[in-house]
């Protein structure tokens, strides 16, 4: 275990139990497995394959147990753990084993179960933004008149209140929930391109069997396959470090605010020290500039996954899967963290 979000004791500071349920191995397979029964029914629905033999592999794709060593094994071998994952269902679906996968490729079934990942993520996140902004506006009621001296580049300018910093804090929030509103269309889409992304293998049928995966699976269709075409993915990541960044503005003020010496905040909780027993440390606020700077640099590693060679890359691809399930993460826990952080603010202002 190296990652900080699911260590056994890191995971303490770092985890965010929500975000990594939809991210989980068993989410993803569970994403793959719908997208495939779905893919067979509406194989059934084009008239491309029998319904009842359609409705038969689709059956048999739902009832699979998840073989996690089978799929780790063929994610070694072929670079990804689509064909291990074929391979299996078809010998569940039997004699309905043609309905399986047929005209499929596997970034169509590892693209769509993203795009319900960030379905899910992005549902979190709305629920995240709305309550740090209630939070916002519970402290401005409680301390918004309390007086502050405002600080410009780390020095003492003039008087403000302690509302005049909130609403600093606040004032992004509504940006971000509406760039998550404008951006959910573009990356809630099915991927279907079949073998080079343009669809030859369906035909004519190619339009029923889209409409029929949207109306399945909840995820709007796309004009064309996104295979190589990641922007949406960098797009998403970049809001994610943006929605970090604003809660690490709040964390790095209110450490800032709890210095000794200045002490114009007082926070309940709080870490201890092993060496200095009288130290309560501001670890929330300092989680949230942790979780920003990462997000920061999982952005730029997100973007250079946008090139991809030719209709398909196998290296960009495995770079996104390294990269945005982190930052995911990342940015719910700092929204969860920063509204939680407000609510142990028992003072601003002068003591």
């Known amino acids: 275990m190296i990652s900080p979000f699911d260590h056994p004791w890191l995971a303490g500071l770092f985890a965010d139990n929500a975000a990594l349920t939809i991210w989980s191995p068993e989410r993803q397979i569970a ?3 719908a997208f495939e029964a779905a893919w067979s029914r509406a194989l059934g629905a084009a008239g491309r394959i029998p319904p009842e033999t359609a409705e038969a592999a689709a059956a048999a794709i739902a009832a699979w147990p998840p073989e996690t060593e089978l799929l780790r094994a063929g994610t070694a071998r072929d670079g990804l753990p689509v064909p291990a994952l074929v391979r299996a269902l078809k010998a569940a679906a039997g004699d309905a084993a043609e309905a399986v996968h047929a005209g499929a490729t596997s970034q169509d079934v590892m693209d769509t179960a993203l795009a319900l990942t960030l379905q899910e993520t992005s549902g979190l996140l709305a629920l995240r933004i709305d309550a740090l902004d209630r939070a916002l506006g519970d402290l401005a ?4 008149d309390r007086p502050l001296m405002g600080r410009t580049r780390m020095q003492a300018a003039t008087p403000i209140t302690a509302g005049d910093r909130i609403a600093a804090w606040a004032d992004p929030l509504p940006r971000h929930r509406a760039r998550l509103d404008q951006i959910r269309p573009r990356v809630e889409r099915l991927q279907v391109g079949g073998a080079a992304g343009d669809r030859a293998a369906l035909g004519d ?9 949207s109306g399945a699976l909840g995820l709007a269709p796309a004009d064309r396959a996104w295979h190589a075409a990641r922007d949406g993915i960098g797009e998403y990541g970049a809001l994610l470090s943006l929605l970090a960044g604003s809660c690490g503005k709040i964390g790095q003020d209110i450490c800032l605010m709890a210095q000794q010496g200045i002490d114009e905040i ?4 709080g870490g ?3 060496a200095m027993p009288h130290k309560q ?3 929330r606020a300092e989680l949230l500039v942790t979780l920003a700077r990462y997000a920061a640099t999982g952005v730029s590693a997100l973007h250079h996954a946008q090139i991809h060679e030719q209709e398909r890359s196998g290296a ?6 390294m990269t945005l399930p982190a930052l995911a993460v990342a940015a719910c826990r700092s929204l969860d963290v920063a509204a939680h952080l407000l609510g142990d603010i028992e003072r601003i202002g002068p003591a």
């Open 31 to 33: 994403h793959m497995l």
């Open 141 to 144: 009621a409680r301390f918004g």
């Open 205 to 213: 049928d190619a339009a029923t069997v889209i409409a029929a995966l």
């Open 266 to 269: 007082a926070l309940a909780g």
């Open 272 to 274: 201890g020290s092993s």
């Open 281 to 283: 440390n501001p670890v």
């Open 316 to 321: 960009a691809w495995a770079l996104e899967w």
